[in-house]
């Protein structure tokens, strides 16, 4: 069964470690994740921007996906299903699909207008007994249309918005979506502890967790980051492992044409990248 994120990643903040969130792309993506975080008996968050939602039909598929994986395949440690970078129509629609988390970036509009709409979903949110998070400094990259440069987020704006009691909240720290670019400046690890001074007990989240140097995340952690999201590395994984197939040859051989053989190079490189992720954070066998 679907668990909010709050109690996992309350649990993370206390003990100094993160709960990674693995964007979910197709069926194979998903059943990599939940496999790999049973394996490793680690909580874990699976999420979904929009862009991902429309592919897979729709948030009701992915709904009713994720639940029948949840049940054929015996998953019994933690897992939210959770709206990416959601607008505000999106965090309404994956409310009334099943997810048991949404994010609401508001951080395009401005602060009053970011506190008014997460304000109202945040009610909606604790009706249900659903987490949200909320966005404060734009991340830096293209997530589904919206770039940002990597901005470093208000410290005060950020209190504004964790007192309306979001679950979560993702500050820009100078990190970026997608592969980061040689001139990357690093993590603003002043801007890190400045929030988490004003905010306190609220889990953090980091955006665009690939390519971030170990001892970086490890900081980060340490300065109160409970969720770190990872959707590129997985990507670059999959396709480097359905190249390696193809290029040998192997479609062509017997029945490697077949999707469940194609497909397989890909999904165990997904798995491999997750494991790596899940013991960076610091999540293993912290699903109990």
């Known amino acids: 069964m679907l668990v909010s994120a709050k109690e996992m990643l309350t649990k993370a903040k206390a003990g100094h470690y993160a709960v990674g969130q693995f964007n979910i792309n197709n069926l194979e993506w998903t059943k990599a994740v939940l496999l790999t975080a049973q394996e490793l008996n680690s909580p874990v968050i699976l999420g979904v921007s929009e862009g991902a939602g429309k592919y ?13 994986m949840l049940e054929e395949l015996n998953i019994t440690v933690p897992v939210a299903l959770h709206l990416d970078h959601g607008s505000y129509e999106g965090a309404k629609k994956c409310i009334e699909a099943g997810f048991s988390s949404v994010m609401f970036d508001g951080s395009h509009y401005p602060i009053e207008e970011n506190i008014e709409k997460t304000k109202e979903l945040v009610s909606i949110c604790n009706e249900k007994g659903l987490s949200i998070e909320a966005e404060v400094g734009s991340i830096g990259g293209e997530e589904d249309g919206v770039i940002g440069r990597g901005e470093c987020a208000d410290p005060d704006e950020c209190k504004q918005i964790a007192d309306l009691g979001v679950t979560m909240l993702a500050a820009g720290i100078g990190n ?31 955006h665009g967790g690939t390519g971030i140097p170990e001892d970086m995340i490890k900081k980060a952690i340490s300065l109160g980051v409970a969720k770190i999201n990872v959707n590129t590395e997985c990507q670059l994984s999959f396709a480097a492992a359905t190249r390696k197939y193809v290029e040998a040859g192997k479609d062509l051989e017997g029945k490697g044409f077949d999707p469940r053989k194609l497909l397989a190079p890909g999904f165990e490189a997904i798995k491999a990248t997750v494991k790596e992720k899940m013991e960076l954070f610091g999540s293993v066998d912290k699903a109990n």
Do not use: R
Not at 57 to 68: A, E, L, P, R, S
Not at 192 to 201: N, S, Y
């Open 56 to 68: 897979m039909c729709g948030y009701k598929t992915i709904v009713g996906m994720v639940n029948g």
């Open 176 to 206: 970026i979506h997608g592969k980061y670019p040689a001139n990357w400046e690093g993590l603003s690890f002043e801007t890190l502890d400045a929030v988490q001074q004003k905010t306190g007990d609220m889990p953090l989240v980091l």
